[in-house]
């Protein structure tokens, strides 16, 4: 079949796909009709996929729970947060390495009716200081680490603050003690409507300071029922042969943070209706990333391109075919083309796969995998049918022609409800509807999108969104800095590193050492930049007197071209 008419044949046979029309904040969208409506319908209705299947539902170390345990553990903190005191809508942080307790408290939070907010776990004091500030968020979940970063804000901000694994002790009260307040072991009685808010992801944009993307459960659901129905889609337009085997259990590789889109919603979220198996690290380790997938016999692989190179690495080191892995996907950033090919020779048996999507989207948008990305390995993709919708918008606003380049702009219900506390940055980027993704690209006749640049500036690090704004104004707080300009350096391991070109101050002197060692205190260190440019002279302006950036950036460039 072609991909319309799969898609016609999954809408009009499958119910849990049947497609109707929703109002949603005054506008009309395309919806799944009969899929659940919250995080709570979610883990509720999927027992029978998961039952199906038994045996592990969620592995970490040494530890495994089965699906019930996992749902189990989930209704008891949920049922302790509302004994607590936690009302409908009231934000709850959570600021931790991937972890169980992670996924229970997004959970146990969401299905009691709370919003769950997630703290990138690499952010400095200062940088959880806004994101706590911005939420509102007063109980605040951590790990060890992470406690002793909030520790310093919790009187300022009046912060109940648990402690959870190695922040147990760290903290006044612990997750394990939290727990054991819900003692009932019902799902919470407390109303939860599909487009109630979910969650807030902290997502970099064009200021300095990120932004708070506001999901809803409706957004969350609406997109993971699209990835799970692209499998549907895949067995009517490239069916197996007549003598395959059935397919195995679908089980996922978290390699990823859970703070990120790309972790939460099309792994650990997908995986719960698909009757998945979910096996997470906590930090990346490649030669333990082999180890897991041939023990745990991991499916499924999504990570930022940077680890793919890795596991190939490594899988040859250990002499593994990872013969059980059938996707190898990318998130977060561009795969370079050049690794398509050498991915697909070295794990035949896996498709090969990449796509696109934003934490303003709940990550859904556009992707391909097999022979489509291998011919086209600098595309991201198609569009997932079958609710969203696609345009590329000129600087005037109006469609461009097909092979043309235009913002990538995108309609569906999993587009966010707003940016927290942001109502001028939300009417720039939500227009009827429409999501001003800020990505620049290209559509062929063939429906297949290549982004080619980004109108926003930011530097892609491995996956982490990184603003320019962001590290500027770091770099302001020093003294010795009279103006900066942070770019992105490209880097064959990560895609894109940081680099900056500093003004020093009249009479001043410092470092690039002394400034990277600033630089920690006060941003995160994989924002840090691998390069600075110092120099006297006025840093280039362009004609409307705002800073040069490209130019800058090709100066530095060739700087360093010559040094090697």
């Known amino acids: 079949m072609t991909l319309d008419e799969a898609v016609a044949r999954i809408t009009t046979t499958n119910p849990i796909f049947a497609v109707t029309t929703a109002d949603i904040r005054g506008q009309s969208y395309k919806v799944f009709a009969n899929i659940p409506a919250t995080t709570r319908e979610l883990l509720q209705q999927s027992a029978a996929a998961q039952n199906a299947h038994g045996g592990d539902y969620l592995v970490f170390h040494g530890e495994r729970w089965n699906y019930e345990e996992f749902c189990r553990d989930i209704r008891q903190m949920a049922n302790a947060l509302s004994r607590m005191g936690m009302v409908k809508g009231q934000p709850v942080a ?6 169980p307790e992670l996924l229970i408290l997004f959970m146990a939070i969401t299905a009691a009716g ?44 009046d912060l109940t603050l648990i402690g959870t694994r190695d922040g147990e002790d760290l903290a006044v009260r612990r997750f394990s003690q939290v727990k054991a307040l ?44 699209t990835w799970l129905m692209q499998g549907e889609i895949a067995i009517l337009t490239t069916p197996p042969p007549v003598d395959a085997p059935p397919a195995p259990r679908p089980s996922y590789l ?29 930090k990346w380790n490649a030669d333990l990333a082999v180890e897991l997938i041939d023990r745990e016999q991991v499916t499924r692989f999504v990570g930022v391109p940077t680890q ?107 587009n966010m409800r707003c940016y927290l506390n942001k109502p001028e940055a939300t009417a720039e980027a939500m227009q009827d509807g429409w999501l001003r993704t800020g990505d620049m690209g290209r559509i062929d006749a063939d429906g297949i999108v290549t982004i080619v640049d980004r109108k926003k500036n930011i530097i892609i690090r491995g996956g982490e969104n990184i603003a320019c704004l962001d590290v500027e104004g770091a770099l302001h707080r020093h003294v010795a800095v009279a103006e ?81």
């Open 182 to 225: 819900g003692y009932h072991l019902n799902w919470p009685s407390q109303d939860v409507e599909t487009d109630d808010d979910m969650a807030i992801m902290y997502s970099s944009g064009t200021t300095g300071h990120p932004k708070g993307v506001v999901l809803t459960h409706r957004g969350a659901m609406n997109a993971v029922f």
């Open 254 to 282: 978290i390699v990823t943070p859970l703070f990120h889109v790309t972790a939460s919603h099309p792994m650990f979220l997908l995986s719960i209706p698909a009757g998945g198996k979910l096996t997470v690290m906590d």
């Open 308 to 414: 793919s190179a890795d596991l190939l690495s490594a899988a040859e080191r250990a002499g593994s075919s990872l013969k059980s892995l059938s996707f190898l996907g990318a998130g977060g950033a561009k795969r370079p083309a050049a690794q398509v090919e050498g991915l697909a020779r070295a794990f035949p048996q896996a498709q090969v796969a990449t796509g696109w999507g934003m934490t303003e989207t709940n990550a859904n948008g556009i992707g391909f995998a097999g022979p489509d990305y291998i011919a086209h390995p600098g595309a991201c993709g198609r569009l997932y049918p079958p609710i969203q919708e696609l345009r590329f918008l000129g600087d005037d606003g109006q469609d461009v022609a097909t092979g043309e380049v235009g913002e990538i702009t995108v309609r569906s219900p999993c």
């Open 94 to 99: 959570i600021a931790m390495r991937n972890c």
């Open 484 to 564: 900066a300009c942070a770019f992105a350096i490209p880097d064959d391991r990560l895609g894109e590193v940081v680099g900056a070109a500093v003004m020093l101050a009249p009479g001043a002197a410092t470092t690039e050492a002394e400034l990277r060692a600033f630089l920690e205190a006060h941003i995160a260190r994989f924002k840090v930049p691998e390069r600075i440019w110092l120099q006297t002279a006025p840093l280039p302006r362009g004609t409307t007197d705002k800073l040069d950036r490209r130019g800058i950036r090709a100066t530095c460039l060739d700087l360093m071209k010559e040094k090697t």
């Open 114 to 157: 709370g919003v769950a907010v997630f703290l990138n776990s690499w952010w400095t004091t200062e940088e959880l200081d806004y994101a706590l500030r911005d939420s509102a968020a007063k109980l605040v979940f951590a790990d060890g680490e992470r406690v002793r970063r909030i520790a310093p804000l919790t009187e300022a901000l």
